[in-house]
């Protein structure tokens, strides 16, 4: 669990375990709803923990029980417009980070915050967690990314579904689609992301970076070009780390699941 020591704003806390950055947000009275200054606050907080050079993995999780809700609209009844978070260059849905963002999901990640939790490499999701296009009740539109990055995540018809029905779907069902990645039990989303932060923390990181930004970005691209895309992106990590480690599987590391990193 984290150390204690906590920095950011009083609706985005940030907090320090060694290796692992855990972000929380924390507006527990509006099930962790962001309004523009905790989007804003949200997005800060990504960057720095992208550009320290001693975080290696992010966890993402919501105060209070929740993930996150989605976009304040009781602050948008009041006349508060937002900004789209996916297609504002400052929105914390925009920027691919160049290390893993792990999303420790309990209870709702709705609206918006399905959108949050999509923007995440990987999602821990609790047995009570609930994914949703709860917007759709209130003729709110996704601009966080989830038009996007649902059916790509968990194919075309799924996500019509989800988005055309505003259906839940519980933490097993998503895990069953593919939407989430884990599924543990309640009140363990946040213990079980750290885990396997540190799992991931672990292993050498330009090879674990360039394989995930060559799976992010080969989208776009024919086959051909996306895998000239993945040699380029794996030079750096071929130079510096392949040969070392291929010499300490030689001298008998890693053997029978041990020692490999």
């Not at 962790?32 to 966890?59: E, M, Q």
């Not at 291929?246 to 699941?257: E, K, L, T, V």
Request: hydrophobic content about 45%; overall charge neutral.
């Amino acid at each position: 669990m984290p150390d204690g020591h906590e920095t950011g704003t009083s609706t985005i806390l940030v907090a320090k375990d060694g290796p692992v950055t855990i972000i929380t947000i924390n507006r527990p009275e509006r099930r962790n709803a962001l309004d523009n200054p905790t989007a804003s606050a949200l997005t800060r907080a990504l960057r720095a923990f992208d550009a320290d050079p001693d975080a290696r993995v992010g966890v993402l999780t919501g105060a209070g029980g929740h993930f996150c809700a989605g976009a304040d609209l009781k602050a948008l009844a009041a006349g508060t417009d937002y900004s789209p978070w996916a297609g504002d260059p400052d929105g914390p849905c925009h920027d691919t980070l160049g290390k893993p963002l792990i999303a420790a999901v309990a209870g709702y990640a709705c609206a918006g915050g399905l959108g949050i939790a999509l923007r995440c490499d990987l999602r821990v999701a609790e047995e009570g967690a609930t994914f949703a296009v709860l917007s759709r009740r209130w003729g709110v539109p996704m601009s966080d990314g989830t038009t996007v990055r649902l059916p790509r995540l968990i194919g075309a018809g799924r996500a019509l579904d989800m988005l055309l029905t505003a259906r839940p779907v519980g933490g097993a069902e998503a895990v069953a689609m593919g939407l989430a990645d884990r599924l543990v039990a309640n009140g363990q989303a946040l213990p079980a992301a750290i885990a396997l932060a540190y799992d991931i923390a672990a292993f050498p990181q330009i090879a674990m970076r360039s394989d995930r930004l060559s799976a992010i970005r080969q989208w776009d691209l024919a086959e051909a070009e996306a895998i000239a895309q993945e040699t380029r992106l794996a030079a750096e990590a071929r130079r510096l780390e392949a040969r070392d480690g291929a010499q300490r599987f030689a001298s008998g590391a890693g053997r029978h699941g041990t020692g490999a990193v």
